[in-house]
Structures are given as structure tokens and as C-alpha cells.
């Protein structure tokens, strides 16, 4: 089993790095890595851990990036001590801080006295981000949950909506490879697009490596569709869980257990890659 899509403490999980690739050894996966969003603060922490327990550890950041919807990019391999990676990490790591400070704003015009550290108590990262504002309003008797949370408050329509810096698709593949990493499509079936295939395509050429075909809320004919694409374009594929501990009370570390030789082919291609 491999488990390539998690989140720590580092951004919007709740497991520490160390416990995350503890509970990973335990698995016994072949491979994991965990992928923060807009951040590799984990990093660290994660490969002394992986070493420690004597597994494979990828290093890896997931990018939200510029589209109609939600568009991810997952990268992996990256060298977390390349300056221009972090100096970018560093720039998006202080828009998400102004978001949530626009956030808070619109969110005391309609009555609701949410602070900095309100939010901050929430977070044991140094990245902050929606969720842990949807924990403080949880937290203050606001939202009964995260779904009124974000649908009340925080999603697009919302009172307290504010759209964040992202990086557009291009920019976030070159980053990843000018620190030595490979860029990964994240699940697929969220985008929204008049065709996969053309989109996919357009990211090849941009300099995509690989698609995440296997992921929990893909059906089987949802992988074997977005395998086929990957396989066509010459691309890679991945699966992970998009763990994110008690934030996400539904997944579980190396939930998707689905594999095909296309798979194991990929993963190894990567693994003799970075490891």
C-alpha cells in the first residue's frame, strides 16, 4: 500500500508530522508522503521520521491553483531547501494570513467578534486557512459544523467569502520542477471542465508528470478512466487518501487500497527517482 496525499499539523490536518509517518510505519506502506497545502514545513520532521522507522518518504506540497473551481496540483520530490521554492512558499503563506484577516472583517460587520487568536488556537501550523477559521466559529456557537461553517460563511457566496492569491497552473509546474520535483493533477473528478482530456493535455504541455487516478472518491470506472488518459498522455499515476486526520472524521491513512499494474509501474518509476 502507498499513501501519496496527506495532511499534517503543518496546514489543515491534525496529526503531527511525526505521528502521520509513525502511524505510516505502522501500516507498513511502501511509500508515503505528505503534502501540505502551500507549505513543506512538515517536510523535515516527516523524512527524519520516515528514516527513523526505516520507510520510504517522498516530500511533497499540494498547490491550489488558478481556475474555474478547484484545481490542484500536487508536487513531489522537491528539494525543500531550494530558496526560490521557499521564497514563493513564504510569499503564499502570507496571503493565506491576509485572507483570514479579510475574513474576520467581514465576519465583524455582520456581528460575529472573531479574532486572530481565536483562529490561531485552532492552527498548529504556521499556515492558516479556512478550516481554522470554520473551527473557531464552531467553537464560538457560530456553525453547528463544517458544512454550515463554509456554506454559511466561508464558501464563494458566502458573507464572509474572500478569494486568495493562487498561482496559475503553469507557474505552479515550473516551481515544482525548478526545485527538482514531479507535478501530480489532484483528484480529477473535482475539477470542473468541458473536457479532461484537453485540460490534461494542456498541463502536459506545461509540464505535467503524472494524474492521481486512485483517490476514495473515485468510483472504479472514474480511475480506470483518468489511468487511461495518464496512460495515453505518457503521464504517471498516483493514489493517496487526502488524509487530514480528525478535520476529515471519513478518511483513513492508505484509504484507497485500489491498484493496477499502471500504478505499481508509476510508483516505482518514482520511487527510483527520489529514493
Do not use: W
Not at 463554509?150 to 503553469?170: H, Q, S, T
Not at 473515485?218 to 489511468?227: C, I, M, Q, S
Not at 486526520?245 to 500504478?263: D, F, Q, V
Amino acid at each position: 500500500m502507498i499513501d501519496l496525499h496527506m495532511h499534517s499539523t503543518a496546514s489543515d490536518g491534525t496529526d503531527t508530522p511525526e505521528k502521520l509517518i509513525t502511524k505510516c510505519a505502522k501500516l507498513n506502506l511502501q511509500c508515503s508522503s505528505i503534502t501540505d497545502h502551500d507549505t513543506i514545513d512538515a517536510q523535515s520532521q516527516a523524512a527524519a521520521t520516515a528514516k527513523k522507522y526505516g520507510i520510504n518518504y517522498l516530500t511533497g506540497v499540494e498547490f491550489s491553483v488558478r481556475h474555474e473551481g478547484e484545481l490542484h496540483i500536487l508536487g513531489y520530490g522537491v528539494d525543500i531547501t531550494d530558496s526560490g521554492f521557499a521564497a514563493e512558499l513564504e510569499a503564499l503563506r502570507e496571503s493565506r494570513l491576509l485572507r483570514v484577516d479579510m475574513i474576520l472583517a467581514k465576519l465583524a460587520k455582520v456581528g460575529i467578534p472573531i479574532t486572530r487568536e481565536d483562529v490561531m488556537r485552532n492552527a498548529s501550523g504556521h499556515t492558516l486557512g479556512r478550516p481554522h477559521v470554520a473551527l473557531a466559529l464552531i467553537e464560538k456557537g457560530y456553525a453547528a459544523d463544517f458544512t454550515e461553517a463554509f456554506g454559511k460563511y466561508l464558501n464563494e457566496g458566502g458573507v464572509a467569502y474572500v478569494k486568495r492569491r493562487k498561482l496559475d497552473p503553469e507557474g505552479a509546474i515550473a516551481l515544482i520542477r525548478a526545485a527538482g520535483g514531479m507535478s501530480v493533477l489532484a483528484h480529477p473528478k473535482f475539477i470542473r471542465t468541458l473536457s479532461l482530456e484537453a485540460l490534461i493535455e494542456d498541463m502536459r504541455r506545461m509540464g505535467l508528470n503524472g494524474v492521481e487516478a486512485y483517490y476514495p472518491a473515485h468510483t472504479d470506472a472514474e480511475a480506470r478512466r483518468y489511468e487511461n488518459i495518464a496512460r495515453e498522455k505518457g503521464l504517471l499515476v498516483t493514489a493517496g487518501s487526502d488524509y487530514h486526520g480528525a478535520m476529515r472524521m471519513h478518511s483513513a491513512i492508505a484509504s484507497e487500497k485500489r491498484t493496477s499494474e499502471y500504478l505499481e509501474e508509476s510508483v516505482q518509476k518514482i520511487m527510483m527517482k527520489y529514493l
